[in-house]
């Protein structure tokens, strides 16, 4: 495939994107199924980064879907609609974790006993601890779950997912100097969660 | 324990595994099935429902009004004022047109 086809297919799919859309905005509800079943792979990417079950994340992703379906109108056709769809899918991830983080009951339970080999074999060895080991993702997550909900959201965008503090202003709706606070206080509190964490299993 | 490398370490075998991004099966399916449940919201019918709602207790307090002014015991009425119920609503209503001609005519 040449460059000048591939441009012609992109465009032709930019279109057809643009169509449904205002398909949508005139009434045809059923132009939303092809958005829907497009982009619902990268909304459920990010509903994963964040939410604690498997449940939840199927509730968040259907959460966003209405949401976008409601909000269509607001929608400017000269972003392109996906970055409007992770804007809306951030946000409401967010608003999940702020009131997870309102009812939450339990604090930080032991570590598993593949965490705590992982951590030992960290103390001894920090180079052969595998970055890809399970346990790291575990422990990762655990230690994720302790942070505030805008510290885990700018750790989630920043540190992980390595986006540009525009990028994630863009994706917040937070000024650009907020999210430099917030990534300041954010990075603070994990390393006050990791001390915790070696207070409790080393001393 | 070296806190700063930890984290460095841990962030990094998060990159390293990214979340699935697996959709479940006909999740499309559920969503158009959710959007054609739900109901549509439409002002005139908010309104019409409202109104609808608000006719029999103005019908119910018209027909108390009506008893009342009909039944009405004569000692209840002062005996300065005309005994008609009617009448006495109706120069209620009309005082202050009555006021406008009575200052025309002193005129």
Not at chain 1, 126 to 133: F, G, L, Q, S, T
Not at chain 2, 17 to 33: G, H, L
Not at chain 2, 84 to 103: K, N, P
Request: charged share 25%.
């Amino acid at each position: 495939m040449t460059l000048g086809q591939g441009m012609g297919i992109l465009h032709r799919m930019e279109r057809t994107e643009a169509e449904l859309i205002a398909a949508v905005l005139k009434g045809d509800a059923a132009s939303f199924e092809p958005l829907v079943k497009q982009y619902s792979p990268r909304i459920f990417a990010t509903v994963r980064r964040y939410a604690r079950r498997e449940s939840e994340v199927e509730d968040i992703a259907q959460d966003i879907w209405l949401k976008a379906f409601e909000r269509l109108n607001s929608f400017r056709s000269e972003a392109p609609f996906e970055h409007w769809l992770m804007r809306l899918a951030v946000r409401t991830c967010y608003d999940a974790l702020r009131a997870h983080h309102r009812n939450r009951e339990t604090t930080f339970s032991e570590l598993t006993e593949p965490e705590e080999d992982w951590l030992d074999r960290f103390v001894t060895q920090p180079d052969a601890a595998k970055e890809d080991a399970e346990a790291a993702r575990q422990l990762i997550a655990r230690v994720l779950e302790q942070l505030s909900p805008s510290a885990r959201l700018v750790i989630t965008l920043q540190e992980i997912e390595q986006r540009s503090v525009k990028e994630v202003a863009a994706l917040t709706g937070w000024s650009v100097p907020l999210v430099k606070v917030r990534a300041f206080r954010a990075r603070a509190e994990m390393r006050k969660v990791l001390a915790k964490i070696a207070k409790e299993k080393y001393l | 324990m070296n806190n700063a490398e930890l984290e460095i370490q841990l962030v990094a075998a998060a990159r390293a595994n990214p979340p699935s991004d697996a959709v479940p099966y006909a999740f499309e399916k559920r969503i158009m099935a959710r959007l054609a449940a739900r109901p549509v919201v439409d002002d005139w019918e908010l309104w019409a429902h409202a109104l609808w709602r608000a006719a029999a207790p103005c019908a119910a307090i018209m027909l108390l009004l009506g008893a009342w002014s009909f039944f009405a015991p004569p000692g209840s009425v002062p005996a300065n004022t005309t005994s008609d119920l009617s009448q006495q609503l109706e120069q209620t209503l009309l005082a202050a047109v009555d006021q406008d001609q009575t200052v025309d005519s002193a005129r």
